[in-house]
């Protein structure tokens, strides 16, 4: 009997290899699934289905592709495999995937992994739950999660494919990067596994220890930590938000660099500048806006605009020196109650100081302001007193076009919520002051030469002046008046300059040069406004 059941199983064998010779023989050479070596053999009808089931180191060959496992259910045509247990298929000797079962379809070239499947090639370790493989176009593709890590990076989504001929992974839902010096998360994201570099299609935002960025679309290379962004794109550091719809930035260098609806937010000041290019230097501390920049701050609740060709913001690294925000070229500058312009000017954002240099002049209601140099002290974001130095001129329009003035060495305006309350006048001191009954109808010019004179106003419209030290006085009836007797010498009523919004809002200078250049060119800049703002600085 026992002789008769091994006789009957070697028949079986025999005539088993000899069906699937013959089928196999039916397919073209290199499409031809072979079997390479198993422990046992079993044959039978399965389900309507005629399989051969093989256990015990079980491996078959397609072409350069191998499987390995515990077991094999193979189908009646010979091409169609089911894997279990210990499930490895190899394409070359570069991919490799494992798991504890598969279906391996050798028509198709196919492979579908499931149970804890782990991808591998030289450059990376996917895990994932199930797996299709497709060994024609060598790429594979989950939906139930995967977890991706190379030696720099750390990839998760709930959906993927990889392909692994451009070594390029496609991502989408809940796509999170992680690695030791930043954190990525975003909706849909591409990752090249050879080059390093992420590509994002979306709302994507990078955590990093020098600083947070955001874009909708572009690319970040993970070696050399360098951005490309498009789209709302915007550097986050504690000092500043730097955005526009097109940003570079290197992460090691610390450099940013913006165009197009360029937004520069200072956080500690809540000070923002937008012009079309911006560029920022993180070590320095230093943040530049170029291209018809300006600058928007709230000031005694009112929100003031000021504009230049370029408006510049350091940070101060040390805590002795004090944070500055500049301004050259074109300086102008509009707020609802007051306005001004010069060549250049500097802001001292620690002491709330601000000089302004070249040609300075202010104007406030009817009232125009002129030095050589301004300098404008700010208490609580209010404009508290105000020192003018050298040549100092002040003009006040009154009802009837007269032109009330005050000239002198030096000049301290006060001010009290915002309005102009007293001036002192200290040196060289001149006076014309027209007297006028009921705003309507003028009575006659006082004239005055005093070394010193206190002026106070009312409405920011001058109301007296007070003669200190040994006036030299006349008053002048209005039938005597002559027309070089109304102005002082120096006089200039400059209306036609005062900004207004509109043109602080202007286009004039147009956007930066190259990089290269305009950042040799900014650093030069910025050395000499250094310059300008401690010559602005009075002796003591």
């Given at each position: ?9 070697i ?20 499409d031809k ?40 259910y ?55 739950p ?69 590509y ?106 000021m ?47 601000m ?17 050589d ?46 309005n ?14 027209f ?25 920011n ?44 809002f ?13 950042a ?6 910025g ?14």
């Open positions: 009997m026992k002789i008769t059941k091994l006789l009957y199983s028949v079986f064998m025999l005539l088993s290899l000899s069906v699937f010779a013959q089928q196999q023989g039916q397919q073209p050479k290199k699934v072979e079997l390479q070596g198993a422990d046992n053999l079993e044959g039978g009808i399965f389900n309507g289905q005629r399989i051969t089931k093989l256990i015990g180191n079980v491996v078959f060959k397609q072409n350069e592709t191998f499987l390995h496992a515990d077991s094999v193979r189908y009646s045509d010979g091409q169609v495999l089911e894997a279990f247990g210990n499930v490895r298929v190899a394409q070359g000797d570069s991919i490799s995937m494992s798991g504890s079962r598969a279906t391996y379809d050798g028509n198709k070239r196919t492979a579908r992994m499931s149970g804890n499947v782990v991808m591998r090639d030289p450059r990376m370790t996917l895990t994932t199930s797996l299709d493989y497709d060994l024609n176009t060598r790429t594979a593709t989950y939906t139930e999660g995967g977890t991706i890590v190379d030696p720099e990076n750390r990839l998760e989504s709930r959906r993927g494919s990889y392909d692994t001929k451009t070594n390029m992974y496609t991502f989408q839902q809940n796509v999170k990067v992680f690695s030791a010096e930043y954190n990525i998360t975003a909706q849909n994201l591409k990752y090249n596994t050879q080059s390093k570099i992420v994002f299609q979306g709302p994507t935002y990078i955590k990093g220890q020098q600083g947070d960025l955001y874009a909708e679309e572009g690319n970040y290379n993970t070696i050399t930590k360098i951005s490309n962004f498009g789209r709302n794109a915007y550097i986050l550091t504690p000092e500043y938000r730097l955005g526009g719809d097109k940003l570079y930035y290197d992460q090691a260098r610390g450099y940013g660099y913006a165009e197009k609806n360029v937004s520069l937010r200072s956080l500690k000041d809540d000070v923002t500048i937008r012009g079309n290019v911006g560029r920022y230097w993180r070590d320095r501390g230093v943040a530049k806006v170029y291209g018809s920049p300006v600058m928007e701050t709230i000031m005694d609740k009112d929100t003031l605009y504009s230049a060709d370029t408006l510049m913001s350091q940070e101060s690294k040390n805590p002795k020196m004090p944070s500055m925000l500049y301004a050259y070229n074109k300086v102008k500058i509009f707020k609802s109650d007051l306005q001004g312009k010069c060549d250049s000017l500097s802001y001292n954002r620690t002491d709330s100081v000089y302004m240099n070249v040609k300075p002049v202010l104007w406030s209601e009817e009232s125009q302001m002129v030095s140099t301004i300098r404008i002290h700010l208490r609580n974001k209010t404009i508290d007193r105000m020192f003018m130095f050298g040549n100092a001129f002040i003009t006040s329009e009154d009802t009837l076009k007269n032109y009330n003035q005050v000239k002198g060495r030096d000049m301290v305006a006060f001010f009290q919520k915002g102009i309350r007293r001036v002192n006048v200290n040196g060289n001191g001149e006076s014309l002051y007297a006028l009954e009921g705003d309507s109808t003028l009575t006659g010019m006082n004239k005055a030469i005093c070394s010193d004179m206190v002026l106070k106003f009312a409405e419209k001058l109301k007296s002046i007070s003669f200190l030290v040994n006036p030299d006085a006349s008053f002048i009836p209005p039938h005597e008046l002559k027309e070089p007797d109304r102005k002082l010498e120096g006089f200039n009523w400059m209306a036609d300059l005062r900004p207004t919004k509109k043109t602080v202007s286009k004039r200078a147009p956007a930066a040069p190259k990089a290269k250049k305009q040799a060119s900014s650093t030069k800049k050395k000499a406004t250094t310059k300008q703002k401690k010559a602005a600085r009075p002796k003591k």
